[in-house]
């Protein structure tokens, strides 16, 4: 038979029409697809629950195999950082706890403030490509497109299309399409060592107000108990810079371009944090932690620097995540055609 | 028309679909060699292909594409494209053989699980998606046309079963005593 005959052809043609036909569609957001995206997979759940629990063996025996010696050295570094972390955690509770009462004070927005969503994370994306991963809540739980989803560590990604009423795809920050407005604030100075003997005045008198008030500042013994006390003028802002944060894909860092490199926001190091920007069309709220500055690369002087960031949270390792119902204040009003919501 | 989908292989492509996509979303979806998952469905399709010809091999890569595009949230279409092309080019590669060898047969179907894989980027920028390739994207092809080859002496026979394939008879003329 030969191998090209006009019927096979035609066969070939029309498969090819059918796919772009229903690729169109689909980009087009026809509500139908997600119809029969949620029916395949009711349809599907039961042969992928068998083949979960069928498979688990395989999967242990290999993972025993594989990353034995990684999983045991992985233990041991961790067991060193939460010994070094316990004071740090019982630091920042503190300061967690001081900002929030700050921002309640000033009436300032928080992420405390917005309700969020936890969800079980099904399962990870089977391609090579996507950087996406599967959640078992959907729009009857409020969550739609766009929608920052968060870790106990900081971003992880938002909200993509589709979402079915019971499920929704996460794409995470290491997706190439994945772009969010970020800003660069320098961690806090640590505190110096006191290099001189502690003054007598300090030791600890039987008092109790001569320790936390100095003798010679009058004024603070007149200041009403809720008045609010200016911050010194001698305290340094943390330095600040805003960029877009983009993803390169899963074997590569996300980085963050479009910095202004001005020496009014100081040079940004290795090890600055990396936080969302917020702001009237960002989809993320402001003050998400994304990861720490790992590399600054530097570049003309009009592109300015490109830095990669090292993402707070595993992103291999999700397990339950938090959906953020936050909306920016532009998606209240009306929208304006050439609008774009950045991240 | 409901006997020829009886007996047409849509509904043993889809019954066999279900059970590899439930792979695909577990076993393989978890288990990466060098970080790649390997790519089952798309595996299958080239190996429908490697056994039925380029026509088979493009209609079971289009049928599996939309189960796969359906499950897993990929644009709907896109798949079926690359796994179609991936069935195609196996079932090309086929076509210069008469009955290939089980090595041959693993053969085109590493090779069309590669250019099946090789082409997902290449419709994703058609359809708009930004797309980073860096040295990477090598390994993974390599790493699921390595997979495929694996794969295939369990795939091909089932993509045969799928297709309604059956071996051709080829028999040597007898001589004349």
């Known amino acids: 038979m030969p191998l090209y005959t006009p019927g096979r052809r035609r066969a070939i043609v029309l498969l090819l029409l059918t796919s772009a ?38 999967r242990n025996a ?83 497109v766009g929608m920052a989803v968060i870790s106990s560590a900081g971003l992880i990604g938002k909200v993509t299309a589709p979402v079915l009423p019971d499920r929704a795809y996460v794409m995470l920050i290491t997706d190439p399409q994945y772009v969010v407005q970020v800003k660069i604030v320098a961690p806090p100075p640590p505190p110096e060592p006191p290099t001189t003997p502690a003054p007598p005045t300090t030791l600890p008198p039987p008092d109790p107000a001569a320790t936390t008030l100095p003798p010679e500042d009058p004024a603070a013994t007149t200041l009403p108990p809720s008045t609010t006390v200016p911050a010194p003028t001698t305290t340094v802002d943390p330095q600040r810079d805003t960029g877009r944060l983009s993803g390169q894909g899963g074997d590569s860092l996300p980085q963050v371009d ?71 204040s532009s998606e209240f009003e009306e929208p304006s055609p050439d609008t774009q919501a950045g991240g | 028309m409901l006997a020829s989908l009886v007996q047409g292989p849509l509904l043993r492509l889809a019954a066999v679909g279900f059970v590899v996509l439930g792979l695909q979303r577990t076993l393989f979806a978890d288990l990466r060699p060098g970080g790649v998952a390997l790519q089952v469905m798309l595996a299958l399709a080239a190996a429908a292909g490697a056994a039925g010809g380029p026509q088979k091999g493009a209609l079971a890569g289009f049928v599996l594409g939309l ?71 090598g390994v993974v092809v390599a790493v699921v046309a390595v997979g495929a080859m694996v794969l295939s002496p369990l795939l091909v026979p089932v993509g045969r079963w799928c297709m309604r394939i059956k071996r051709p008879e080829w028999r040597a003329p007898k001589e004349p005593v």
């Not at chain 1, 029916?39 to 688990?56: I, N």
Request: proline residues 6%; charged residues 20%.
């Open chain 1, 21 to 58: 036909l229903l690729l169109t569609l689909d980009l087009r957001g026809a509500a139908i697809f997600d119809s029969a995206r949620a029916g395949f997979r009711r349809a599907l759940e039961p042969f992928e629950t068998a083949a979960d629990v069928v498979t688990k063996p395989i």
């Open chain 1, 258 to 328: 479009f910095l202004q490199d001005t020496p009014v926001f100081g040079r940004i190091v290795p090890g600055d944090i990396v936080l969302t920007a917020g702001g009237s069309t960002g989809l993320a709220p402001a003050d998400i932690p994304v990861g720490l500055v790992e590399n600054v690369i530097q570049r003309s002087t009009a592109e300015g620097p490109l830095l990669e960031v090292a993402p707070l949270a595993d992103l291999n390792e999700l397990r339950f995540v938090k959906v953020v119902l936050y909306k920016p």
């Open chain 2, 67 to 137: 189960m796969y595009d359906l499950g897993s949230g990929t644009p709907l279409g896109s798949s079926s494209l690359t796994m179609g092309l991936g069935g195609y080019v196996a079932g090309y590669a086929q076509s210069i053989t008469i009955e290939p060898h089980w090595w041959l047969a693993a053969l085109f179907t590493g090779l069309g699980a590669a250019v099946g894989e090789a082409a997902v980027p290449i419709v994703r920028v058609f359809i708009g998606q930004e797309q980073s390739i860096g040295p990477h994207f």
């Open chain 1, 62 to 144: 290999w993972h025993g195999i594989v990353d034995y010696d990684d999983v045991a050295q992985e233990n041991q570094e961790l067991r060193e950082q939460i010994d070094a972390q316990v004071s740090d955690q019982i630091a920042g509770r503190a300061f967690i706890q001081a900002y929030q009462d700050l921002l309640a004070l000033n009436e300032l927005p928080a992420l405390s403030d917005y309700a969020t969503v936890t969800a079980a994370v099904e399962g990870q994306s089977p391609g090579n490509l996507d950087q996406v991963i599967e959640i078992n809540k959907g729009r009857n739980d409020n969550i739609e």
